[in-house]
């Protein structure tokens, strides 16, 4: 048996359970040499110790025998992301590089809110969509992440709050959104399984009402993001014609803003009580005329939506400035005379560069300055 998140250890293959499906997990339990009629009740019960519990010590698993214990010690690991440094910032912003088993580094936020937390997670360790307004887009991909490094990150973050056992209620990481480095529908498959890994009901139980997608814009993944995964959607949209879009965000050369909005018309999951969320990005004297939101109201007729209007995170050397509070007003103004809730997202963590737009691994910045 083979899983692409074993790793060598003292010469010894150990597998990581986590990230495997239950019935991955439960291939593992029947490799160790328990029988068929037992697997079914050992996965489960590993499950919830896993998801559930969080618990990374299997002998501390008092519902498992001992012989059960001592095998998965010799042949399996629970294995999270490592956190090589934290940042706090002075709103309450927490920052995360977290490093992966081959040395690669990822950044992962947790957002405090009065009603909620939301950790935003990151899919790929840099980015291929080099839109200009994002620091992100600055760092070249280097891979997809797999499952077990998607939901590891997640697992880390309650793990720095020690939010476990899973609350059955009130949360303080609450909500996930895939909105940190990477476009998450170019790796669709260790999304979704991720996904489908935090909102079982056995273990983490996060619902899909406190998941939401963020994509620039991968048009044939959209469907499938809706019928299999049936999350929140977000889209990263930025501009009202496919000249500049064309510039601030190079996909849109491959899918064209009415290809794009036609595929958010059919979403599955999409309803008034779930609007899909465009995410529009305000810079100064390029996207926040007046004319440009009155083009938004038009694009966006009949979609289900809300936009969210992001004040632009500076980051070093970029060439872009944020727009005036005035005109962010205005332009919220009229999309909500429009018809459209369009609130003014708050920066949050810019000290700590963690705001919208702003992650980067920090091993890159700190290599540059040595």
């Known amino acids: 048996m083979s899983f692409l998140n074993s790793r060598e250890t003292k010469g010894h293959q150990l597998i990581n359970l986590v990230g495997l499906t239950q019935e991955e997990l439960s291939e593992v339990i029947n490799s160790l040499g328990i ?6 009740m050992r996965t489960k019960q590993l499950w919830h110790w896993i998801y559930f519990q969080g618990v990374t010590d299997f002998t501390k698993m008092t519902t498992l025998g001992e012989p059960l214990k001592k095998k998965l010690s010799e042949n399996c690991m629970i294995s999270r992301p490592k956190i090589s440094t934290e940042k ?6 927490r920052k995360w590089l977290m490093q992966l088993s081959d040395k690669s580094e990822v950044e992962c936020v947790y957002i405090p809110e009065s009603d909620r937390g939301a950790v935003c997670l990151s899919s790929q360790v840099g980015c291929t969509l080099n839109c200009k307004f994002c620091y992100t887009g600055t760092q070249k991909l280097v891979r997809n ?5 998607i939901v590891g990150q997640f697992m880390a973050a309650r793990d720095s709050y020690g939010e476990w056992p899973s609350p059955k209620k009130e949360r ?6 895939m909105m940190g480095m990477g476009e998450p529908l170019y790796n669709y498959e260790n999304v979704a399984r991720a996904l489908q890994i935090i909102t079982d009901k056995e273990g983490i139980s996060l619902s899909k009402r406190r998941i939401t997608l963020s994509t620039a814009g991968v048009v044939p993944l959209i469907e499938r993001c809706g019928i299999e995964l049936g999350v929140g959607l977000a889209i990263s949209l930025h501009a009202v014609t496919d000249e500049l879009r064309n510039t601030l965000v190079p996909l849109n050369k491959k899918y064209p803003i009415s290809e794009l909005l036609s595929a958010c018309r059919k979403y599955p999951s999409a309803s008034n009580a779930r609007r899909i969320t465009f995410e529009y ?6 996207n926040d005329s007046p004319g440009d939101a009155r083009e938004l109201l038009r694009l966006l007729k009949g979609i289900h939506a809300k936009i969210n209007l992001i004040p632009f995170n500076p980051w070093p050397n970029s060439p872009f400035e944020c727009s005036g509070k005035g005109v962010i007003k205005e332009f919220s103004r009229i999309l909500n005379e429009g018809g459209y809730s369009a609130p003014i997202r708050s920066p949050r963590g810019r000290d700590i560069l963690a705001a919208c737009g702003q992650l ?3 091993s890159l910045r700190l290599k540059r300055k040595i």
Do not use: C, F, R, Y
Not at 88 to 93: E, F, H, P
């Open 35 to 40: 029988p068929q009629n037992k697997s079914k």
């Open 88 to 93: 706090k910032s002075i709103d309450g912003t």
């Open 145 to 149: 992440l797999d499952s077990a490094e």
């Open 172 to 177: 303080l990481l609450s909500n996930i959104v």
């Open 281 to 286: 990005v305000m810079l100064k004297g390029i």
């Open 360 to 362: 980067k691994s920090e």
